[in-house]
């Protein structure tokens, strides 16, 4: 069955706003759909049909493996769904110009005289349009958005629900034509719409699971990820005994577009409970963010006017890991991943992400990557509340605006305290927090952030404890910025007027300090990096800078023009028409036989003969359509009969023509018998 009228061109529009490319989307669709207005159709032979399958299958390879050297892993099949409309293409127009309204599938994979079947049945026929919609439908569901929810009332439901009702409409006018005829319109429209509904409540508990899921089993996944961030819990080296050991080797490599920062801190987690010496957070939390159509872009606000433009180069290992980022992340551009999964700590997690990626960071003056204050964020465990006293009472922190809370506590920790690497321990029986406050007043990073968040909680200020890196030394080669393993920080982030602040009271001195620890045969590792930099610029990103769709929108307008071509060599082009009159030769229609009313009968009853086809090869395969195998034997007598009278010139063909005329005339006959008493037999029943 022929699918309606616009059917297969909606479809490929559909998806061509999904996947980016509503102009080829727009050409597929004209070109699919002109055959139902022009009445042009292709005479494709059995082999045509299996050297298109074959050149559509090479392309497909292609892509995959092209995707695979350009994404690598799992993405490749991601890059193929996208394309899988237009590699797929060529097959729906070999269905969409073919006289045959049904294809069989044997078409693609045998020989023409050879048969699919293990019960001695038919081979399976189905118009390959309606597999090629599906093919559509879904790589347009792996293009769209994530699903609804009911958080957001209605208007977020059908946002979310875009691509399900574009979905279900496209269905409904596939399915309409397949529905029973004595059903009424009205009842199977309802029905439909009852169905459809239920597909909704559906895809929200779907959704519902999925997030269960993702809470249960987030740990068990971090486990596996084998990183050194635990997005539940970071140890300090608070109270340790030694000298910490600073490593020089380069982690990522940032490029930055536009501000004119020196330094800045990129956080990749924050933690908000505190149990010496280390900091927790709480279980679950993660939720996927769903990127832009393409796939390649994920938002998480409104913001236009950015401040801050970075590009960041860093392998991920085993493909998943925590993204350093500003707080004020507002669009990650170019970051290919299986799924992006945010936590209210400010936590954005990638998976199934390619072995090296080169993502493009913009970030403004609004927050929308961490979540809002909770109570945890002002909790301090009651014992510390003796030890923060002596420093509460010098800083007078409620007596000052709070807006200038940071800078106070910046210049107290200054003024008064010294970076050390090396931990000498605490006396006995006394807290290594305390012992740093009140004593010593001397410590790494996490020392100097695990008291500013707990001072700034004790000011009644709701703050957290932030792990990240520190961007401040630039490679003199390129002048981009270089991020090594000890330039890994801690910090505070502090909610002051209604957003998150970072307050970093680590003395600056901590830069030079680390910097002069750093091994002086650091240059060799640097020029191996540089080295291997570039290696990884030629084999994951010199292809990607021009990443668009015009390579693969290229190579597949030289497929079809190839695909054209070869068709064109070997078959002939002809308008459908009504008449076998008009199908047969000239030198045919002179010499008529009475043998010329079973071929018009034939054609009536199961379709015209082709111009290609002799007489036996048309009628072995009318038998086979109309699942009689004794019409072929029938009809070979007065076949033989048919043929002496055309070309035989010794043939008498005044007696014979006579006989010939009877035979046809009780075969017709018995025809017309049989269908009238089928036509009785069918009104009696009713």
Known sequence: MTPPPLLIGGALLFWGLYAEMIIPAALCAIIVESPRWTGWRLQISEPEVRRVWLLTCLILLSVMVFSFVELGGLLMFSRASLYSPLIFFPLALVQAFHAKSALEFKTLFLKSKEHLSLTGSRPLAVNWLYLYLILILISTGLQARGPATLGGGLTSLASGSRFYLGAAILLSVALWKFRPRGTSPVLWVVLFLISGAMGVMGNLGIHAAQEIIDREVIQFMMKKMQQNLDPYKTSTAIGRLGELKLYGRIVFRVKQFKGEDDQFLLAQNGYTVYRSPN????????????????????????????????????????GSGFLPLPINTSFLGNL????????????????????????????????????????????????LMGILKPALDQLQLNRVPVSTVPEHLRKFFKAGFTYQL??????????????????????HCEYFATATTLLLRAAGIPARYMVGYSVHERDPVNNQFIVRQRNAHSWALAWIEGEWVEVDTTPPSWIAFENEQASSLEWVGDLFGRLKMALVDWRWFQEKENNGHEPWLLMFTAFIFYLGWKIARRVRFNRKLKTSSQNNTSSQQIKRTPFSRIENYLENKVGPRHPDETYRIWLERVSEEAGNERLQEELERMLNEHYRMRFDPAFDKTDNEKRLQEEVDDWLGRQEDFSGSQSRSSSSIS
């Open 279 to 318: 900091w927790f957070s709480p279980r679950g939390g993660f939720r996927p963010i769903y990127p832009e159509a393409n796939g390649w872009d994920w938002r998480f606000g409104p913001n236009t006017d950015f401040r801050q433009v970075l590009e960041v180069t860093r392998p991920l290992e085993n």
């Open 336 to 383: 290919p991943a299986g799924s992006l999964l945010r936590n209210q700590q400010g936590g954005l997690l990638v998976q199934s992400g390619p072995e090296w990626t080169k993502y493009t960071i913009k970030a403004g003056d609004e927050n929308n990557l961490i979540g809002s204050p909770t109570d945890a964020d002002l909790s301090i465990p009651p014992y």
């Open 422 to 443: 090396k931990g000498t321990g605490a006396p006995e029986q006394v807290d290594p927090l305390d012992n740093f406050l009140n004593r010593t007043r001397a410590g």
